[in-house]
């Protein structure tokens, strides 16, 4: 046994943080815009899979226990239920409401629910990850060759998306849920794109 700890005024080696995937905006805005999704049921379930993740910045859990009753529609918010139990209240886009509207229509006509769980199946069962997953994977991969495409890229995009616009970091980190700062920080990497308006703007020779 030792009085005192022989370690403790080592420096620990600098982990590398990696960077975050995300889709481009325009890329997301042309697969919710351009008629990618059928009509019928599963059509308008998976653009509204795809419109709440990216929307909202929601957990794939988070969105699977996600109820009818969770959602506000006239003040566009959707009540959400996070990590450790925590609730949190998240604005949405007011486009989604048709989409939303839609679907309820025609989930209510095809399942005979009214009410409960927002996403199910074709069965009216309550959605699972892989098929969630199955969606958010076969529908990215119309719009980018990126090799992840899993529904924490929507949350990654959202975050990334938000920041580029002048986003405050601690609102970001209160939409996501997080617990302390450090965890929305790998969100302030900005794209190329980004620091190249930046530097014209700034820049004294910029332009």
Not at 33 to 49: A, E, H, P, S, Y
Not at 131 to 151: A, G
Not at 170 to 180: F, I, Q, W, Y
Request: with cysteine; glycine share 6%; aromatic share 8%.
């Amino acid at each position: 046994m030792l009085d005192t700890n022989p370690a403790v005024n080592i420096i620990l080696p600098k982990i590398r943080k990696k960077l975050p995937y995300f889709v481009e905006e325009n890329r997301l805005h042309h697969l919710l815009d351009d008629g990618f999704f059928t009509c019928d049921f599963r059509g308008i379930r998976d653009k509204l899979i795809i419109s709440l993740l990216y929307g909202t910045g929601i957990r794939l859990s988070e969105l699977m226990k996600l109820e009818d009753s969770g959602i506000d529609t006239k003040n566009c918010l959707i009540k959400v239920l996070g990590k450790r139990q925590k609730e949190r209240i998240i604005p949405y886009p007011a486009s989604i409401n048709a989409i939303l509207f839609q679907y309820l229509e025609e989930r209510n006509k095809k399942t005979g629910l009214t009410s409960g769980i927002l996403i199910v199946t074709d069965e009216g069962r309550p959605v699972y990850e892989k098929l969630i997953y199955r969606v958010v994977k076969d529908n990215l991969e119309r719009v980018t060759s990126l090799e992840k495409r899993s529904p924490h890229i929507l949350r990654h995009s959202y975050a990334t998306h938000l920041l580029n616009k002048g986003a405050d970091l601690n609102a970001v980190k209160e939409l996501l849920g997080h617990s302390n700062l450090a965890a929305t920080e790998i969100y302030t990497h900005t794209t190329f794109s980004k620091l190249n308006d930046i530097y014209k703007q700034a820049h004294p020779r910029g332009d």
